[in-house]
């Protein structure tokens, strides 16, 4: 029943700028958390920024001061603004949400991802 719908996602040269965006919608009791995920051919999905119920933020070393994710928690949507991109930065980026469709159970679900590329 939940559903995790990506956009933004684009070509862009080195050093612009996307926003990602991503709405959970469906039967959705609470959320604990969500956040970005992305994998480039022949890497391990990684773990780009992270924003939990409470405020709290993560981010990968190489995404600190380029990166910024924020939430909007009455539309059950998070945001990651991306400035300054390199062409490292060319993935299929995930959305991520750990939530509750029910009171006593909590699980991840993901987003059918959306493809970044920066151009040198």
């Known amino acids: 029943q939940v559903q995790l719908v990506e956009s933004g996602g684009g070509l862009v040269q080195a050093g612009g700028s996307l926003r990602l965006s991503c709405a959970a919608s469906?039967?959705?009791?609470?959320?604990?958390?969500m956040g970005w995920y992305r994998q480039a051919p022949g890497n391990e999905r990684e773990l780009v920024a992270r924003?939990?119920?409470?405020?709290?933020?993560n981010y990968a070393d190489s995404v600190k001061g380029r990166f910024t994710i924020s939430r909007d928690n009455a539309k059950n949507t998070v945001h990651l603004q991306m400035n300054s991109l390199k062409p490292e930065d060319t993935a299929v980026y995930y959305c991520?949400?750990?939530?509750?469709?029910?009171?006593?159970?909590?699980?991840?679900?993901w987003g059918q991802g959306t493809q970044v590329t920066v151009s040198s």
């Open positions: 924003i939990t119920s409470g405020g709290s933020t």
């Open positions: 991520q949400a750990t939530l509750k469709v029910v009171p006593t159970s909590s699980r991840s679900y």
């Open positions: 469906g039967s959705i009791f609470s959320i604990n958390a």
